[in-house]
């Protein structure tokens, strides 16, 4: 059974840059003809797909956050990460990591396996 699992911290001030890592267990990140995506629910609002690493290491971004994220893989580890910079209170949300064979998807439905979450707040 695939696991995964958001880590980082809780708090971040704005402007500067949010870290998250996902960490992925009972499967490997570089099989399987998954995508390993990051997605993100606002408070009140729907799920938003931000971008994804497949499992050749290629990167896929959300062109409304293109210019501020960056998804990258340690595969020794079996991780993946997201980083998002100039965050801003907007960026508020519950962040989760997901795979799917499927990219930019916006439902649940379309992932086999996600983690639970992990809340991120952008406050001074």
């Known amino acids: 059974q695939v696991q995964l699992r958001e880590s980082g911290p809780g708090l971040v001030k704005p402007s500067q840059t949010l870290s998250l890592t996902c960490t992925v267990s009972g499967g490997s990140i570089t099989s399987g003809d998954y995508y390993w995506s990051w997605i993100r629910q606002p408070p009140g609002k729907g799920l938003e797909w931000m971008g994804a690493?497949?499992?050749?290491?290629?990167?896929h971004y959300s062109p409304s956050l293109r210019s501020r994220t960056s998804i990258s893989r340690d595969t020794s580890k079996n991780q993946f990460t997201l980083q998002l910079s100039s965050v801003t209170p907007q960026d508020t949300a519950v962040y989760y990591c997901?795979?799917?064979?499927?990219?930019?998807?916006?439902?649940?439905?379309?992932?086999?396996?996600r983690g639970q979450g992990t809340q991120v707040t952008v406050s001074s």
């Open positions: 690493i497949d499992y050749i290491g290629y990167t």
């Open positions: 997901a795979a799917g064979r499927s990219i930019r998807a916006s439902n649940w439905s379309d992932y086999d396996y």
